[in-house]
């Protein structure tokens, strides 16, 4: 079913002040400012050269060697002809159309702890440091507009600081507690801090009981903006300890949540819990929070589209967080039947709770799918992902509440993991097609779509292909050489449109040849 | 050294201690250990390097304390003696402070003067803010100053303010992780069409050139639309600050440039998703 696409015009005009990135960029100009390319994350551009009929030209334009990196977990963004690639107290800015280095910014001490993205935005670039500092850069020079301790002094987690509205939006990870925080993005003033494990005050405080409230709720990923409503919308992390739950009964809100935040006070909107009272570390962290605007059963809706960990898809209406439909997007689920009119797991006997002696769970806890990027067509009307089939076994040292727990890749031959990309449509659940992948059993890397018809699909053992959007028919492949776990940006720049991917410790960009046959 | 020691004679007030220290430790290195590892420590005929005069951090060296431990001890079977026994414990000490500001950077002993006349200097008469940035603030076409005191020695800030022949960056010939940025050379860009653009190089390739522009853009050109360019060697930058400024306004300078930096904890380790 094609979707009927509505208020997208509207949209671009209340997108707030010059220089903001529109909900439906990369846009025109083709540029990549944010991590997920747009606000909404559908990871879709309007960019159309490359299409099924030419792909098979591509080739490498040029490569980017990230010195003294570790597998890259980044995403580049590129903005007026320039790439930046973050790390933990690094920026290479490099030229996006040769690749040259034009500066690099490295404070002390040189970090490889996986990093993923940064934001481009007021002529500066973001980063956090090791040392629980926030630091922009003027995006020209690298030179040190602001750095400044963090509030409340713990190290921001791995995510891209995501620009909105004046505000620059971080987190930190679950030891003790996950929470999103936002600074002004002039000054690096710390505007606010919202909660992922519910303080006394709060009304969720009672969605735990027993004889711990150890928190969780890590902040893993960085998430949407809609600047309609002027919230962001994020995931948070499961709850701990991750799967010894006897010791916190309830649902254990705000872990493994998709939640709507105020972008100017830091306060609630709603949030939606996709895996109440988690015992198999399901982050709802991981997993794209797609922002589309359709018509779902005859009516306008702004809609939220997101594909879990847990296996279940979730459509849901972005106003009040309610939720619409689902579906489980995998063959073999095994602690759930279904989901309620609400949207709550329907669970299977205890919900394959983890045992000494191991027990089967579909899917794993690497999850059915991850944090590696999800993308909306709106030219198809469906969702792609990375799907994982497969189970785990999860066990747990003893009968103690609170034992420690591990998991495992099922050893069983049927069950062991196998990725696949899949296309579905979201309205309805159907699978459209679907492409297993060859050695992979990875959660990743990321996709993105284009309007020339183009699925960007890199492969975890460094093939990265061209499918075609309709069909999943290969186009093209080329052979990185070293591991991909990132997800790609495309953007254009003096006409021409680029495809740009981390692998191992490099940065590719690859387009069609020129007239001259020169890269 | 001449130079180290002359920008040390600058320090007084709450460096002076350190200052003291460092030119006793001298004193005793002088005397104890020139004639194998080599005046300023950076090599002998008969005994390694101590000091790295290129290296711009400690990264990968010794300890202080390693280092002393070496000192007290002797390297067994080596002609390297124990000298535990024969320098005070003062010297010892003396010298392991010398030795740190030989491989320490500005910020280890930023030199004395008033900072925040130096300050206005900087934003001010010495107009450096046109192209450098401190505290946020500033210019785009020279690097960014915020953190020049941990990476570079008071003596090399000073020869950058002062001499015509500096180095501004580049590590001695040695092997360099990955192709460098090119040092704010001056470049004239003309067009095919007629255009002349005048600004600082980036990097360049056979094919293409980029570089800013006076008014802080970048520019990614193709060789193929562009009739010449030409790029100087050395910098835009005025060599004549110590003629330019008052001896009192070059060192309340010195003392705010040697004073900008940090030496940020160490990593921790965090987990991994």
Redesign the interface.
């Known amino acids: 079913m094609r979707l009927k696409h509505v208020a997208l015009t509207s949209l671009v005009l209340l997108t707030p002040a010059l220089g903001q990135p529109s909900i439906n960029n990369p846009g025109p100009s083709g540029e990549w400012t944010v991590y997920p390319g747009s606000y909404n994350s559908q990871r879709h551009s309007p960019l159309r050269q490359v299409t099924p009929a030419n792909a098979h030209r591509l080739q490498v334009k040029w490569v980017y060697?990230v010195?003294?990196s570790r597998e890259l977990e980044m995403t580049p963004v590129v903005k007026?002809?320039?790439m930046y690639i973050p790390q933990?107290?690094r920026v290479d800015a490099i030229?996006a159309?040769?690749g040259?280095?034009?500066?690099?910014y490295q404070?002390?001490?040189a970090?490889t702890?996986?990093y993923r993205g940064t934001s481009v935005y007021d002529g500066k670039v973001y980063i956090a440091?090791?040392?629980a500092?926030l630091v922009a850069l003027?995006a020209?020079?690298?030179?040190?507009?602001?750095?400044v301790a963090v509030d409340g002094g713990r190290?921001l987690?791995?995510v891209a600081p995501m620009a909105a509205n004046g505000k620059i939006i971080v987190g930190v990870?679950d030891?003790p507690d996950g929470y999103i925080q936002a600074y002004d993005a002039k000054t690096g003033k710390h505007a606010w801090t919202w909660h992922a494990i519910p303080r006394p005050e709060d009304p969720e405080y009672k969605s735990w009981s027993g004889n711990t409230k150890e928190g969780g709720g890590a902040i893993?990923m960085s998430g949407s903006y809609d600047p309609e409503q002027n919230v962001i919308i994020y995931g948070t992390g499961q709850p701990n300890p991750p799967y010894s739950n006897e010791v916190r009964e309830g649902d254990n809100l705000y872990s493994d949540s998709i939640v709507a935040i105020d972008v100017d006070t830091g306060k609630l909107k709603w949030h939606f819990q996709t895996t109440p009272h988690d015992q198999h570390d399901w982050?709802a962290a991981?997993g794209s929070q797609v922002l589309v605007d359709a018509v779902y059963e005859g009516k306008p809706r702004k809609l939220l589209m997101h594909a879990d960990r847990n296996g279940f898809f979730y459509l849901i209406d972005r106003t009040d967080g309610k939720f619409l439909r689902g579906n489980s997007f995998i063959d073999d689920m095994n602690w759930a039947t279904g989901l309620t009119p609400e949207g709550h797991p329907i669970l299977l006997g205890d919900g394959a709770k983890p045992s000494i002696k191991g027990t089967l769970t579909c899917p794993s806890t690497a999850g059915a799918t991850n944090?590696p990027s999800a993308t909306y067509s709106p030219e198809t009307g469906w969702l792609y992902f990375h799907a994982v089939e497969g189970c785990g076994v999860n066990f747990r040292s003893s009968v103690t509440p609170g034992a420690g727990t591990s998991y495992i890749e099922s050893p069983d031959d049927k069950t062991k993991w196998v990725s696949h990309i899949r296309a579905m449509d979201p309205m309805t659940g159907k699978r459209m097609w679907d492409v297993t992948e060859v050695r992979s059993n990875h959660y990743g890397p990321g996709l993105l779509s284009t309007a020339g018809g183009i699925l960007f699909a890199p492969g975890q053992f460094g093939h990265v292909a061209m499918l075609d959007a309709k069909t999943g028919k290969d186009l093209w492949h080329f052979n990185t050489g070293d591991f991909i776990t990132a997800s790609p940006i495309t953007y254009m720049l003096d006409g021409k449109q680029y495809f740009a991917i981390a692998s191992g410790t490099n940065v590719f960009a690859f387009g069609l040849p020129d007239a001259g046959g020169?890269p | 050294m001449k130079r180290l020691v002359m920008a040390l004679m600058f320090a007084a007030a709450p460096a002076f201690a350190q200052s003291d220290m460092i030119a006793q430790g001298k004193a005793v290195y002088d005397k104890n250990c020139t004639a194998c590892h080599g005046a300023d420590a950076g090599a002998g005929d008969r005994a390694p390097a101590i000091v790295n005069a290129s290296a711009t951090?400690m990264r990968g060296e010794r300890s202080d304390a390693q280092l002393l431990n070496v000192v007290r001890n002797g390297i067994p079977g080596t002609a390297m003696p124990a000298w535990g026994n024969r320098l005070s414990a003062d010297e010892l000490s003396s010298l392991g402070a010398y030795i740190h500001a030989l491989r320490g950077t500005a910020l280890d002993a930023p030199l004395a003067g008033d900072v925040a006349r130096g300050r206005a200097v900087f934003f001010g008469k010495g107009g450096c803010d046109s192209c450098h940035?401190v505290e946020?603030r500033?210019g785009?076409?020279g690097?960014?100053l915020?953190?020049i005191a941990?990476i570079r020695k008071a003596v090399a800030i000073s020869n950058a303010l002062t001499k015509v022949q500096h180095r501004v960056y580049g590590d001695g010939g040695v092997h360099l992780?990955?192709?460098p940025?090119m040092a704010y050379e001056p470049v004239q860009v003309v067009t095919k069409s007629g255009q002349v653009l005048d600004g600082v190089m980036?990097?360049?390739?056979a094919?293409?050139v980029?570089f800013?522009t006076m008014d802080?853009?970048?520019h990614?050109m193709d060789r193929s639309g562009l009739k010449s360019v030409t790029i100087r060697s050395g910098s835009i930058m005025p060599t004549d600050y110590d003629k330019r400024l008052s001896a009192d306004e070059f060192k309340d300078l010195m003392a705010f440039l040697t004073r900008q930096g940090m030496?940020?904890?160490?990593?921790?380790k965090?987990?991994?998703?």
Do not use: C, F
Request: net charge negative; glycine share 10%; aromatic share 8%.
């Open positions: 060697h010195a003294g007026d002809g320039v933990y107290n030229d159309k040769t040259n280095v034009i500066w690099r404070r002390q001490p970090s702890a996986p440091t090791s040392d500092h003027d020209r020079s690298g030179g040190v507009v602001w750095d190290r987690s791995g990870l030891q893993w982050d991981s944090w020169k | 951090s940035m946020g500033g785009v076409l690097p960014d915020s953190n941990a992780p990955s192709p940025i980036r990097n360049q390739d094919w293409s980029q800013m802080g853009k970048l990614s030496r940020p904890a160490p990593e921790t965090e987990a991994a998703e």
